[in-house]
């Protein structure tokens, strides 16, 4: 009985150990410690152009649709400009209600520094998406590309996209 006794406590200690190092430890993904760059080479002549739209399958794209989403995004470019000007033109706007919760300045900083960096990224992906949709506009208008077979490949699934298909054929 006194050994039986024993070996269940030694079994208990064992698991209980176990789920303690599981929980304790640090978990090995998923976690980001940096920022990392994003590495865009900006096409500069029209080919290069239009192989980048390609790449971003913009060719798949109706006219419509391009212009919707540019729309959109010189849009969200003026809102991620203003979130980067405030951020950049007043530290301490960003930095004070930190300073309130009683942080300590160098996890304010570092929290500062992230958040430009991340306004900055965010400003830049944008751009980058408004000039590629604006440059497969522009190919399109000087009758650079011509990409009436790339769309008749797709599958409409709006009513819109049935009539524009229509029109093409």
């Known amino acids: 009985m006194r050994k039986s006794r024993i070996i269940y406590i030694i079994i208990f200690l064992i698991v209980l150990g176990g789920i303690f190092f599981y929980f304790k ?30 790449n971003e399958q913009l060719n798949y794209r109706f006219d419509f649709q391009l212009e919707e989403m ?12 203003d979130d980067l000007d405030r951020l950049v033109e007043c530290p301490d ?41 604006e440059n497969e506009q522009r190919l399109r208008q000087q009758g650079k590309v011509e990409r009436i077979q790339d769309i008749l490949k797709i599958q409409p699934s709006t009513d819109r996209e049935r009539e524009e298909l229509k029109k093409l054929k």
Request: hydrophobic share 30%; net charge neutral.
């Open 70 to 81: 540019r729309a959109n995004l010189a849009e969200k470019i003026v809102k991620h400009k």
């Open 93 to 133: 706007c960003y930095k004070y209600p930190l300073q309130k919760e009683g942080l300590k300045t160098a996890e304010i900083d570092q929290r500062y520094t992230e958040q430009v960096a991340q306004a900055r990224e965010e400003y830049e992906r944008v751009g980058r998406s408004l000039e590629r949709i």
């Open 25 to 54: 430890k640090e978990p090995s993904f998923g976690v980001i410690s940096e920022f990392q760059e994003i590495s865009w080479v900006r096409p500069t002549t029209d080919d290069q152009w239009k192989e980048d739209v390609k």
